[in-house]
């Protein structure tokens, strides 16, 4: 069995982009950038923070992983989210009268 290198945080990390619970919709920043569509434009919550090479990507570079409600969960770079602010965040399944 190979010995995976990889450190995924699912706790806050000082110096990451992002904090754990974080409020953050999908973007593309980049023309070429490949995102699933199913995600591009929604809200989601980080979840975790996935360092495949520790050494050079620990703590200012991880890859994201943000849950969207009804959607999954993929993985992202930093460039391709951004953070909603709170008060614009509505949890997926609630109702509010307009």
């Known amino acids: 069995m190979k010995h995976d290198p990889s450190l995924i945080s699912t ?3 000082d ?4 904090r754990i619970g ?3 919709m999908v973007v593309r920043t980049e ?3 490949v995102l ?3 995600f ?3 809200v989601g919550v980080v979840v975790a923070l996935v360092f495949d ?3 050079s990507q620990y703590p200012a570079d991880p890859l994201i992983q943000v849950r969207v409600a009804g959607v ?3 993985l992202f770079f930093a460039r391709e989210i951004v953070e909603v602010p709170q008060g614009h965040f509505v949890a997926f399944g609630s109702s509010s009268s307009g």
């Open 31 to 33: 023309p070429d950038d």
């Open 40 to 42: 591009l434009g929604r």
């Open 53 to 55: 090479d520790p050494p």
């Open 11 to 13: 706790e806050d990390v």
């Open 22 to 24: 974080a409020a953050v």
């Open 72 to 74: 999954g969960e993929d």
């Open 15 to 18: 110096g990451a982009p992002v």
């Open 36 to 38: 699933s569509e199913r």
